[in-house]
């Protein structure tokens, strides 16, 4: 399917990139951040915004129901985000002056109703700015009438079928691609608003639109993908969340977002707000690509990335490269996100000081216990946790001091309907691919297949991992991932020697589940990345733990000991 009225014609080769800013990681990112960006950077063509999550698609879809279940439709606006409208107020008039376009994904399980409210706003401000909305990620009913004919749903962690779930559901929300979003920015759109598109796909269709790609242009599509992967999370690209983080020094604490020049061969050049503080580099810039990620394949309803050989250079003063992606055609499937009413949670503390910090938890443990009595059986989890250490000889109270925490528990493409509606009241349809590719549900994982001798780098000192490594972890439902890199090309065989699957189990140690972890290499960015599969103990809305995002895996791994070279070492540690 080709883009009505592309901006840009033929693959837009004779055009110059187009500036994405990416301005929203989560539902409460900075207030001023589109303001901001629309004031002090007018070479930005479109900004976008990520504010969706698997906390707020539970909680904004399992609302609607209960309002559509109660007939109280005129009430389902809550259904929306409505942190957007406060960020998008102050930053209109700028957005007019300097001819800004938005896409943003906040209107969860009420685009619709968002998509009124910012024309109210427009109004207010008294500006000729148009509204389009992309909908059609809505998918409970086709999710029920699947049930019936006997769909499986196999959830991702672990394959197991929603039969096994032990939950009836009530809603279900789809992962949409950035085709609808271009069909808006054609159809004149100045802000676009849609429900749950995928991360990447707000950059995915900006890029579409300007750029006049078709579907069959997966290489160029791929690229755009994961530049919008890596700009998707706001600053987390530009150090906000980065292992080398005393690089900032004390500029740390304004930090800007970063701006993606996407060209018409998919490839970007990755900056940063002017005056701001932060840091671009090729170490950022890898540390977000490795977040969240599920293996080689990053799969998308536009496209499938393939970004083992991805390629990061700096070619300026906070400007980074991006290349190598390879594209392959989408899966026929996209990601449907299944909600369902599963109890009750709470947790309650203690804290503990001074001597004997495990015997005072035993007795906590118990005296709980023969409280709660046979009511302890209608739990449906119950976990004991202390959290923290006494040093010897504590010099103040607080150090004295640990937490001991009780925490208690009481689909196919074809059947997405996805419409764009453009600001003339104008509804177009979105077909699905055409051109798909069936990928094995499992990703490729494998060890390293060429060992190096280790004894070949030298004499060592046993000392922190993250002393000469760098990395980052994050979720995918209850998936941990973790990617570990390397500074110096010549520290990489050796990293990829020692890390191999048993020995992240041993690096894990108490944490390590049992459960499968998948491990793969990039080694264009001297990274190595392994999949914890079902590592968070059934994801954000239902974990146990206290790193419920699997955001600290990474700074736990690399807090453990290992034997490193010291020629490694004399480098100076990050």
Not at 219 to 234: F, N
Not at 341 to 360: C, N, P, R, S
Not at 472 to 492: M, Q, V
Request: a negative charge; one cysteine or more; proline letters at 4%.
């Amino acid at each position: 399917m080709a883009i009505t009225n592309g901006t840009n014609g033929t693959n837009g080769a004779h055009k110059r990139p187009i500036n994405i800013a990416g301005c929203s990681g989560g539902v409460y990112d900075r207030k001023r951040a589109i303001h901001d960006m629309a004031r002090n950077e007018p070479q930005v063509d479109v900004i976008t915004g990520d504010w969706m999550s698997e906390c707020n698609m539970t909680l904004r879809g399992s609302d609607k129901r209960d309002k559509i279940n109660k007939k109280q439709l005129s009430a389902v606006g809550s259904a929306y985000e409505p942190y957007f409208l406060e960020e998008l107020d102050h930053a209109i008039p700028w957005l007019a002056k300097n001819n800004i376009k938005v896409c943003v994904n906040a209107g969860a399980s009420d685009v619709e109703g968002l998509a009124e409210a910012v024309k109210k706003l427009i109004i207010k401000h008294g500006v000729d700015l148009k509204v389009g909305y992309v909908d059609g990620d809505d998918v409970t009913d086709a999710m029920f009438e699947l049930l019936k004919k006997g769909e499986k749903f196999p959830n991702l962690p672990a394959g197991k079928n929603i039969q096994d779930w032990g939950f009836d559901p009530i809603c279900a929300q789809c992962y949409l691609g950035g085709t609808g979003i271009a069909e808006c920015f054609a159809g004149s759109a100045d802000i676009v608003v849609c429900g749950r598109v995928a991360d990447a796909s707000v950059t995915v269709g900006a890029a579409i639109w300007w750029h006049g790609w078709k579907r069959e242009n997966v290489q160029e599509l791929a690229g755009a993908l994961m530049v919008g992967h890596i700009i998707e999370c706001s600053t987390y690209a530009t150090g906000g969340y980065y292992s080398g983080f005393k690089d900032l020094g004390i500029n740390d604490t304004d930090m800007g977002y970063p701006i993606a020049a996407i060209d018409h061969l998919g490839e970007a050049v990755i900056t940063m707000e002017k005056r701001k503080h932060g840091l671009v580099n090729t170490a950022t810039i890898a540390s977000q690509l490795l977040y969240e990620i599920q293996g080689p394949y990053y799969y998308n309803s536009d496209v499938t990335a393939q970004i083992e050989n991805v390629k990061l250079e700096q070619v300026g003063e906070n400007a980074v490269k991006v290349s190598g992606v390879q594209g392959l055609p989408p899966p026929p499937t996209t990601k449907v996100g299944i909600t369902a009413k599963g109890g009750y949670q709470a947790e309650f503390h203690f804290f503990l000081t001074g001597l004997d910090i495990e015997e005072k938890a035993k007795m906590i443990e118990r005296q709980t216990l023969a409280s709660l009595g046979d009511h302890v059986k209608k739990f449906s989890y119950l976990k004991f946790q202390i959290a923290g250490t006494v040093p010897e000889d504590p010099q103040s109270q607080d150090e004295a001091t640990v937490d001991m925490r009780i925490f208690a528990h009481l689909m196919p493409q074809s059947f997405v309907k996805e419409t764009a509606h453009l600001p003339d009241g104008t509804v177009v349809d979105i077909p699905t691919p055409t051109l798909t590719q069936e990928f094995p549900f499992d990703q490729p994982t494998y060890n390293t297949h060429n060992l190096v001798d280790l004894s070949s780098f030298g004499p060592t000192t046993r000392a922190p991992l993250g002393y000469v490594v760098m990395g980052r972890s994050g979720d995918k439902s209850s998936n941990a991932n973790l990617g570990l890199f390397f500074r110096h090309d010549d520290e990489y065989n050796w990293l990829r020697t020692l890390l191999g699957v048993e020995k992240l189990r041993e690096l894990l140690g108490k944490d390590d589940k049992g459960k499968a972890i998948d491990r793969c290499e990039m080694p264009n960015i001297r990274a190595v990345h392994f999949l914890l599969r079902d590592h968070l103990d059934r994801g954000f809305n239902a974990a146990s733990g206290y790193d419920s995002l699997g955001k600290n895996l990474c700074e736990y791994i690399r807090a453990k000991k290992v034997d490193i070279p010291n020629k490694f070492l004399e480098r100076g540690r990050i």
